[in-house]
């Protein structure tokens, strides 16, 4: 495959130290990749919309936009996309693993960290197309079998009889219980937090108080007494396998 990769910096001296890098580290392997460069919001949202990006290094202070607020509309178009920030603002950083971001480099930067982290987006990007490649769940509409990529389902919901699919463009309306669609997936990829709801682990944006902001849709997704401890610890791991990735 060849990876995509935009570098958004509205400083052209700092752009060249990240693609200098980029390159130094690709130099030495056999992956393709292409670099995009954006010195501002409105060029990196343009390039994410005509490129399939697959990592984006921010800079958190652009002269339009604050990296955060960037993050949030280049992660709507592409969900799947890994964001990496470079900052000389530490105190940016809890901000930044709210919104989800795959990790968090301080400059001035370092080539074994940056490498490090690279190598890890490298490896997550091959992850997700590995299991959105191969995974689907599959349902029966109009007597015609259909398969829905796992990245496509935003979450589940049972609504009396009917069980209520939910992706960003469409909701997909069948008669079946929770309980089957549990047995069908794979819940390594979901994750059950209400009697009447299932969602997308990778959806995840925040977590305030009782409710669930999820990636493509507007809905605030309620939380159950019940299920609320288990979501927290998932929750939970999902950080702390972002922060730095262990490193």
């Keep these: 495959m060849i990876y995509n990769i935009l570098v958004c910096d509205d400083e052209k001296l700092q752009r060249k130290v990240l693609i200098d890098k980029i390159e130094m580290y690709f130099s030495n392997q056999k992956d393709k990749y292409k670099i995009f460069q954006a010195s501002n919001g409105k060029e990196a949202l343009k390039i994410n919309r005509d490129k399939n990006i697959h990592v984006a290094f921010l800079d958190i202070e652009l002269e339009d936009i604050k990296g955060i607020e960037l993050s ?21 950083m809890m901000e930044a693993f709210n919104q989800f971001a795959f990790n968090y480099i301080l400059k001035p930067i370092k080539q074994v960290k940056f490498q490090a982290v690279l190598v890890k987006a490298l490896e997550e990007i091959k992850k997700i197309n590995k299991r959105n490649n191969k995974k689907f769940y599959n349902i029966v509409c109009k007597n015609k079998i259909n398969s829905i990529p796992y990245s496509d389902i935003i979450y589940f919901e049972k609504k009396i009889n009917n069980l209520i699919i939910v992706l960003e463009k469409e909701h997909i309306e069948i008669r079946n219980t929770l309980k089957n669609v549990e047995k069908a997936i794979d819940m390594e990829y979901f994750i059950r937090c209400h009697r009447s709801i299932i969602i997308n682990k ?29 979501v927290l610890r998932e929750i939970s791991k999902m950080i702390r396998e972002r922060q730095y990735n262990g490193l």
């Design 72 to 92: 949030k509309k280049l992660k709507k178009v592409n969900d799947s996309l890994l964001i990496i920030f470079v900052t000389g603002y530490p105190d940016y």
């Design 202 to 230: 990778k959806r995840v944006i925040k977590l305030i108080g009782n409710n669930i902001t999820l990636k493509g849709c507007d809905v605030k997704i309620p939380i159950g007494g019940k299920y609320k401890n288990n």
